[in-house]
């Protein structure tokens, strides 16, 4: 049984330390924020991560994890140190590496035997010769300490799934016994590992996230392009994307990418390509397409709704995707504040983000506790962010509460012939939505004007 220790107890180290006890092991999670260790030690959650919390209970319960905010103690003891700490963007656009510094200097200062450091966080590349540093410059014994580039793949809302049963797991280390250790560590997990240098493992990740992201913003390039020439973009991503070559994983448009990783790391990407003097065309195309995808959107709710200003409008979805209450970099966040900034009058709800979007959306807009509840006398209703609860509505009760007609679904959730068939103006991203198709037609005393060329 190994002794481990996960410093950060946010969405990527919770799981890890929380997935690594569950497969046997022995593990401290560290965390500098107390309310977060309180949280814990109480049996609650810092965060919503589906079936997280059973598994933490039941490894809690089982004497294999436990919690501390006093890192310098918490780590002595431990063969393997993963970090997991938070690296987010500075506002010069670079990584702010200042909490894996902290966390390298934590384990220099609590050194009491050999040990292997494993580097979850995303980082930019040569950042585990950094922490090398950092410890060697810091560290008070000569005790050996092994550096492993881990990056970590899983996703917000499917978190212990994507950590239990991998694509893939990339180890970027230089030491035999370390590449030992860690293949054993993560070998019940059945899954190929990539052995490689810890630049390359820095890379793969910085790699993967910007590729996804592209993806993106390469759909919803196509969906712009779709709605202009009467095209449906759901059934192109299906004919172009049963093509093995492409595939149709990831390729729905929508409101653009968001959340803590992509923006971020297509940002460091690019940070590092200009300082090593490539040209970052792809990545730069990457993010310009993402922002200008909510100005796309807007543009078209105040052609639909004749102006926002002054419109009631239900915004349905408020994390930057399903099943997490992560609202870092959220768009439908961002949309929310572009029509309060244009004078709507708006109404949220999300099954579980209400409390970290209040902390940025303060009292800008207003809080429904029940979807429907945010759609009555609204003008229209945007769906923002693609919740399994919103995918079934009723629309004889939309029809009752709401005032307007429209229905903006900026996730594709829904056919648009079925919406229309209950008396709303629907309109989709890249969809070729049947009001295109009868300029001026009437439904349920809403004009529905032609929006094509
Ligand atoms: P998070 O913000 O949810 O959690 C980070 C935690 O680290 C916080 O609780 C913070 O208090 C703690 N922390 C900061 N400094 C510390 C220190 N010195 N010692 C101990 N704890 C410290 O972040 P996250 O979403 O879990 O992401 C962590 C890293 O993993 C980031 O680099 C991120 O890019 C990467 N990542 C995130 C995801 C994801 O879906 N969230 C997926 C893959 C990789």
Redesign the pocket.
Known sequence: MRRLAV?????????TATCLAELGNIVVC????PS?IKALRQGRL??FEPGLLEMVLSNQHAERLTFSDA?KEALHGAQMIFI?????LLENGQIDLR??H??AR?IALSLDGPVIVVN????PVQTADVVAAVIDEAKASKHKVTIVAN??????GS?IADFMHPDRIVIGVEDERAEAELRDLYAPLEAPIIVTDPRTAEMI?LTANAFLATKVSFINEIANICEQVGADVKEVVLGAGSDKRIGVAFMNAGLGFG???FP??VLALRQIAEASHVEPRMLRAALETNTAQIDGVMARLNELLEGVKGKRIALFGLSFKPNTD?VRESPALALAQRLVAQGATVTVHDPVAIAKAKAVLRDSVRYASAHYEATRDADALVIATDWNEYKQLDFAVLRKLMAGRVIFDARNIYEPSKVVAEGFVYCGIGRAAPFHAQPEAQVDGTSIRRTMP
């Open positions: 410093l950060g107890a946010g969405y990527v180290g919770l799981t560290i965390d500098i924020d977060k810092p965060f890192p997991a700490v938070g690296t987010p909490s894996v902290a966390a934590d979850k966080s995303t980082v990056p970590e793949f899983l996703r917000e978190a990740k959340g803590s990783c971020k790391d992560d």
